[in-house]
């Protein structure tokens, strides 16, 4: 087994680990029960365990289960994060294979500058297309994230008789067909008429806040 796959078990495990977290912060997690939800068995699922106890993620009792530490709460956080953006991201794309699934492939391939690119891209969504919330991010993602979009803002932020140009377009398959039939795409310049009406080229529009949201200028 390569170092990467191996790498990869162990973020499932914390990412499991981190679900467990976010339906009781206190309980122990017994190896019987990470091992069911994994889909593997009760023996790997120990060994796994133990090795991230050994790295300092986890705090394992035998026979009692394992709780997070402060190490493996802030990685587990991380990927469940990058998973959940992933299923946003593939929600936004003609994407008509198995979203979960992919989703699990993707967040292994998520670095911190792809997750800062997503998060903008995005608009830092708050929850997944399930309606779960999706983690916040890390001080340094924040950071990055803060720096890396000044200058932008959404359609709805665009002040009366202001023009901009559009620079990102993070809404779901029928909203981009809504706004294509528009003519409204990246490159276009728009400028705001009044409240959820908009000009482009020779064409007044009308825009729900929900989309204009979703419109980075």
Do not use: W
């Not at 993602?141 to 709805?156: P, W």
């Amino acid at each position: 087994m390569s170092a990467g796959h191996f790498q990869e078990f162990e973020d499932e495990y914390l990412e499991m680990m981190y679900q467990f977290y976010e339906k009781d912060s206190d309980a122990r997690v017994r190896t019987g029960d990470l091992a069911e939800a994994l889909r593997v068995t009760p023996a790997s699922t120990t060994e796994m365990v133990q090795r991230l106890a050994s790295k300092g993620y986890l705090e394992y009792i035998p026979y009692k289960g394992s709780t997070l530490t402060e190490k493996g709460l802030v990685y587990g956080k991380k990927m469940k994060r990058r998973h959940r953006l992933a299923e946003v991201l593939l929600q936004h794309l003609p994407f008509d294979g198995n979203q979960h699934e992919t989703a699990c492939r993707l967040e292994h391939a998520i670095d911190d500058d792809l997750e800062v690119a997503l998060t903008i891209y995005l608009n830092n969504p708050k929850i997944d297309p399930s309606g779960t919330t999706i983690p916040t991010m890390s001080e340094d993602i924040e950071s990055r994230v803060n720096t890396s979009s000044e200058g932008f803002k959404n359609l709805n932020q665009l002040s009366k008789g202001e023009s901009s140009t559009i620079k990102i377009i993070a809404a779901g398959k029928s909203d981009l067909h809504f706004l294509n039939n528009l003519n409204i795409t990246v490159g276009s310049e728009i400028k705001s008429i009044d409240d959820g009406s908009y000009q482009v080229a020779d064409m007044t529009v009308q825009i729900s806040k929900e989309i204009a949201d979703r419109i980075i200028i």
